[in-house]
């Protein structure tokens, strides 16, 4: 009886234990990395929110350029007046209307792509313009068997997966690691991608670099999915079992 004790226990204990081969993050094989960052940066895309102002060596010359925040006192009066960084949304025909040059194209380019078209376009109007240009909608969503799931504000335009957990405090032991869902937008049209994070192939992922709005989501492995099948009732009887199990081994003893 001791012996058949003895076995259930081991059994639990085996079924229980994860292998090295479920956790370990790009296990070696002979996967060849390859540079993907220049076909996987984000576009602009309809409903993204751009900060954008304009500088040059000629201030006043920007000034077409750039709005202006006028700042009340207390009194309803203005009393000042200041530079601001307006925000500009990208419209369904993915065009923004921009000051002086009216209705022009941004969705499907990138960051670095509009910085240098806005140039050529505010530059046939003042001499050597500088552009800057934020995205201020840039954000991911990691939701599942996280640390601290949640959504994350993005302050530049290129951050990874593996960034992306970092910033939600890793898996935890239950998530599922070759299996990570994330989903992306893309005008409109919602499309699913599986990452296997054990694999040193994941790093070639067209999802390696995320784009904004991007959500991943990490599912429960096979373990955490059986034991949540045990409810506090299971536990009661599995320890009236082992008491009348021991019980029984004392008497036949």
Request: hydrophobic share 40%.
């Amino acid at each position: 009886m001791r012996i058949f004790l003895g076995f259930i226990i081991l059994s639990i204990f085996l079924t229980s234990c994860a292998s090295k081969k479920e956790l370990v993050y790009f296990q070696p094989d002979s996967t060849r990395l390859e540079e993907i960052y220049d076909l996987q940066v984000p576009k602009l895309q309809p409903g993204d929110i751009l900060a954008i102002s304009v500088t040059a060596d000629d201030v006043r010359a920007t000034a077409p350029f750039n709005q202006v925040s006028s700042y009340q006192g207390v009194t309803g009066t203005i009393q000042t007046t200041s530079l601001f960084v307006p925000t500009y949304t990208i419209d369904s025909d993915g065009n923004i209307n921009f000051p002086k040059l009216g209705k022009i194209r941004l969705a499907g380019k990138t960051r670095v792509e509009a910085i240098e078209y806005m140039k050529t376009e505010v530059g046939k109007f003042i001499l050597n313009p500088g552009i800057s240009l934020e995205i201020r909608n840039f954000r991911v969503t990691v939701l599942g068997e996280v640390n601290r799931p949640g959504n994350f504000e993005i302050t530049n335009d290129r951050i990874t997966l593996l960034e992306a957990i970092g910033l939600a405090g890793d898996l935890t032991i239950n998530g599922e690691r070759g299996n990570v869902l994330v989903i992306r937008e893309n005008e409109g049209v919602k499309r699913e991608y599986r990452v296997d994070l054990t694999n040193r192939n994941s790093l070639n992922s067209p999802v390696y670099y995320l784009a904004q709005n991007d959500v991943i989501y990490i599912e429960p492995n096979n373990a955490k999915i059986q034991s949540s099948k045990y409810t506090q009732n299971t536990s009661i009887f599995v320890s009236i079992a082992g008491l009348i199990i021991t019980i029984i081994a004392v008497i036949v003893k």
